[in-house]
């Protein structure tokens, strides 16, 4: 009776711990955020960079509490392998482009990404962890995610599209950086807000209300609430963006998520459609 007393206790305070830094990334997500967007002027990154950092290291300790039940978080080895490569890779990617950003490497909080991702690896292997081997069926779902998100991107950016399609060539060799670019786009933008999302609203946020005997179309819903109330800050200059576009593609990426069981393809879909627009312009303009 006392161990199973004991195996009790250690359940409810692991609980405790878990719903805590769950609570810290939804605090660091919405409230912080859009503050830091309102009230910082654009040029002062230091808000930005200590919600980048800070929902790293929150994330990744969270893959390490749960590492023996990750898939009841839709974590899966590939979803680890993007967590652990891109966000580290971003950081380079800035140094590359020579942006002034404290996360461009090798400045201090860019190293602290690269210390978590290191430290996680290291965590994860001392502790005994082994990923699962990557089946043919989470390949066909990770084809699935990029599709999708190219399909959205597409819809959401059309008149861009249409615009940068018929103006003189004289205005479309300026883009001629961003096509030489193009990759490292989708390889920034695969380490940035999908990395900084997918793992809080429809991984760990999912589980966890899943715990509580939540009926997943509730929490499919309930997290496309609280992913678009997350950008609300989008409302006045995007309307159309926050009232249809961002909607569903909450709902896409809990689709997703639900069907597949894991938070891979809706992080390739979120990155395609906040970066693929960068490849598929150039591309376009190519053939017209």
Known sequence: ????????????????????????????????????????????????????????????????????????????????????????????????????????????????????????????WRSGFKPARITARAFGWLATGLLVGIFISVAENLNAFQSLLSSPHSQQSALAPVALSASLNLFYHLGFAPLNEEPLFRGFLWGYLRQLKWKEIWIWLFQAVLFTSAHVYLAHQFPLAFWLFIPAAA??????????????????????????????????????
């Open 1 to 124: 009776m006392a161990t199973e007393g004991s195996r009790v206790t250690d359940n409810s305070r692991h609980q405790q711990i878990a719903w805590l830094v769950l609570t810290l990334l939804l605090l660091l997500r919405i409230p912080f955020t859009i503050a830091i967007i309102y009230l910082l002027p654009i040029e002062n990154q230091s808000g930005a960079t200590f919600y980048e950092a800070g929902t790293y290291l929150l994330t990744a300790f969270l893959i390490w509490w749960e590492r023996h039940r990750l898939a009841d978080f839709h974590n899966d080895t590939a979803t680890l392998s993007l967590i652990i490569l891109f966000r580290p890779l971003q950081t380079w990617i800035l140094s590359y482009w020579k942006v002034d950003s404290p996360l461009a490497f090798p400045r201090p909080f860019a190293l602290m990404l690269w210390t978590i991702a290191f430290g996680l690896i290291i965590a994860l």
């Open 251 to 288: 709902l896409v990426f809990g689709l997703l998520t639900w069907r597949s069981r894991s938070i891979a393809p809706a992080i390739l879909a979120h990155a395609m459609i906040n970066g693929s627009i960068y490849v598929l312009v150039p591309m376009l303009m190519s053939l017209f």
